[in-house]
């Protein structure tokens, strides 16, 4: 271990470049050239110490070595650059590199305001991640975690309408308030156990588990069994672990830089690293072994197998909830909340193969993740399009931006030669090693890739293969609580395709009276209540028929006399069905144009500020499948669990996995 100022000059960066600028707030070019330079700088330092971690240095920052100040005995305020921090940092920081381009051209595209909070907040959140990422113990982590929830509120609660403003109590509510309640009692308990044995109290990670940790449990197993919970509660909160996933579909009325980097790459992923620190440096694979549960009529099981069933539900739970969504973002937020557990699944299941299966989808998560937000929010900014029912025949218009998303979909649903398919594959074969009941484990992430292809193939379809005048009926879920059998439609009862305008693209006489009918009367193609979003009086919020869009315009237009700052939204709980910021497309609202979609070449659909970020991003998916073996992430990843377990990688599946927890234990 070497004493290294370089994991606190990666987190100021950021903080400096908050100061920097506020201070440009006049020169717009010069505040957003800030946050390329700091994202550049950021990278660079981390990229620095990658080398020589990768031969097993590990780099130490320490407050009390530096100044003398303890918080606690054996508390430290400390970052440590390991094998397992620089893989987060490094990701986090190569992808901010690009997001400081995207939301430069997202944010002048909409002409949003706040755009100096914005980029400053988008910088702390940053400094925050990286925080969490180098911190050399619990203690660290949860001063960092905590103050990624507090700095990324402005993000989330950006529009500062009253739905942006509910969303980011929400958030504040699960992630500060609850995550960290959680968090800071499983900290709490792990001092006072370690406190127990000689040596002394210690919150401090180390590889394959805390030792002292491992003595005082065989002493307090039940203590030591509920600080596990504990911290995986608070970590599962960010990582959206059921029932502590609703936030995060709440928190995309951000824009959509904040849930591409923030909810796709720091704020998600900070749970699910930090779970990866409980289960691989805290409690370690042979003590979550060695601390099985006593389940009435089951028998005793280990403390992974509870972890393993709830992430099993989530990417299950979660992808047929996407499958309802007809609003973009949230079909990729609850495709979020399915990927995430991806990563839960993998590392409780304990076997080497599934954790680096489980470590490796974080890049390969975050990669395509953040290509299919950074294309939704293209498509909002040229077209004010949002849902994918409106979407038909997009294609046309945005062919690269499109081409894109089809690729993040490919990785998505672990398709080769997308990185997905790489990560999914290692955990599989690490299924496959363990057999028993985790062969229920291998059917859940089977299952559930077979439903991201059923929720990501019509978004796809609808783009390239259908046409604005003729197009079938979305979300794809068709039962009372989804949507009835009657969805497509005919011409007989002029059913709408997607509960608005029938399928002929004509509005009628009978049509528009069954809009105004009752539920009994008229059978609607998606929910009448939907769970996107709802009007304020409770009509239903996705019906876009023209008319109804054109009134909107026009009552905001009405509120823009009134005096009403630019750039607020006063509709209350209503769907965001108007831009308010340009016309880009000729038209205000969603959906094609009266003469349909104009044919754009692909470097002529949007500005290159957000093309060649989601061109770059998503050709990042596809190199990371094609060669696995020479990307930095997934020798980082076999490095880490050779660090758990204390062998080479390729002489780890040879050996049976209580062989491994015993030399873990020893």
Not at 152 to 178: M, Q
């Amino acid at each position: 271990m070497v004493a290294d100022l370089r994991p606190l000059a990666a987190l100021l960066v950021s903080a400096v470049a908050i100061v920097l600028i506020v201070a440009s707030h006049r020169r717009p070019n010069l505040r957003e050239g800030w946050s390329v330079l700091a994202a550049l700088a950021k990278f660079g330092i981390i990229v620095s110490m990658l080398p020589a971690v990768m031969d097993g240095t590990v780099f130490r920052w320490s407050l009390a070595e530096s100044t003398g100040i303890r918080f606690l005995e054996g508390v430290d305020f400390a970052l440590r650059a390991d094998p397992l921090g620089i893989f987060f940092a490094l990701l986090a920081s190569f992808l901010w590199i690009f997001t400081s381009f995207y939301a430069a051209g997202y944010m002048r595209g909409l002409d949003e305001h706040s755009q100096t909070r914005f980029f400053a907040s988008f910088a702390a959140s940053l400094s925050a991640a990286v925080g969490i990422a180098f911190a050399a113990n619990l203690v660290t982590i949860f001063v960092f975690y905590e103050l990624l929830s507090l700095v990324t509120y402005p993000l989330v609660a950006h529009n500062e309408d009253s739905e942006a403003r509910i969303a980011g109590r929400k958030y504040l509510t699960y992630t500060f308030f609850g995550g960290g309640v959680f968090l800071l009692a499983g900290t709490v308990l792990i001092y006072w156990l370690t406190s127990l044995v000689s040596s002394g109290p210690t919150l401090a990670f180390e590889a394959g588990g805390i030792e002292a940790l491992a003595t005082a449990a065989q002493a307090e197993p039940i203590y030591a069994q509920a600080a596990f919970f504990l911290l995986i509660a608070g970590f599962g909160v960010k990582a959206a672990l059921m029932p502590l996933h609703s936030w995060l579909a709440d928190a995309m009325v951000a824009p959509t830089p904040v849930s591409g980097l923030l909810h796709a790459v720091a704020v998600v992923k900070s749970g699910a690293f930090g779970i990866a620190r409980v289960i691989l440096e805290v409690f370690g694979p042979g003590l979550i072994r060695d601390l099985p549960l006593d389940i009435p009529a089951i028998g005793e099981v280990g403390l992974n197998i509870p972890v393993a069933i709830v992430a099993a539900f989530t990417l299950t739970a979660a992808s047929i909830i996407a499958m309802r969504k007809d609003h973009l973002k949230r079909r990729l937020a609850y495709s979020t909340t399915a990927q995430l557990s991806y990563i839960v699944l993998g590392l409780s299941m304990l076997h080497p193969y599934a954790m680096v299966g489980a470590l490796f989808h974080i890049p390969a998560h975050a990669f395509a993740k953040l290509t299919l937000f950074f294309c939704a929010g293209a498509i909002h900014v040229e077209t004010h399009t949002d849902y994918i029912s409106e979407m038909a025949g997009i294609g046309k218009r945005m062919p690269l931006t499109m081409a894109a998303f089809t690729v993040g979909a490919a990785g998505m649903a672990g398709l080769p030669p997308i990185a997905g398919f790489v990560s999914k594959f290692y955990m599989l074969i690490g299924a496959g090693y363990m057999g028993g009941e985790y062969w229920l484990f291998a059917g859940a992430l089977l299952l559930s890739a077979v439903l991201n292809v059923a929720y990501f193939w019509p978004v796809v379809y609808t783009a390239f293969f259908e046409s604005e005048d003729r197009h079938d009926a979305k979300p794809l879920l068709e039962f009372p609580r989804g949507g009835v059998l009657r969805s497509y439609g005919t011409a007989d009862d002029h059913v709408a395709a997607d509960g608005g305008d029938p399928a002929d693209g004509t509005e009628t006489a009978d049509t528009a009276d069954a809009e105004n009918a009752s539920e009994e009367e008229f059978e609607y193609a998606v929910d009448k209540y939907p769970s996107d979003h709802t009007t304020a009086d409770g009509a239903d919020a996705t019906s876009h028929s023209t008319d109804a869009r054109a009134s909107e315009a026009g009552d905001h237009a009405d509120r823009a006399d009134d005096g009403d700052e630019p750039g607020h939204d006063e509709r209350g709980d209503a769907v965001d069905a108007v831009d308010h910021h340009g016309d880009h497309d000729d038209h205000l609202t969603g959906g094609p144009p009266a003469d349909g979609w104009q044919r754009r070449s692909p470097f002529a659909e949007s500005t290159w500020l957000m093309l060649a970020p989601i061109a770059v991003i998503a050709t990042g998916a596809v190199v990371l499948g094609i060669g696995p073996d020479y990307a930095v992430f997934l020798e980082l990843a076999t490095r880490i669990v050779e660090g758990v377990f204390g062998m080479p990688f390729d002489e780890l599946s040879g050996v049976p996995l209580d062989e491994l927890v015993t030399e873990v234990n020893d």
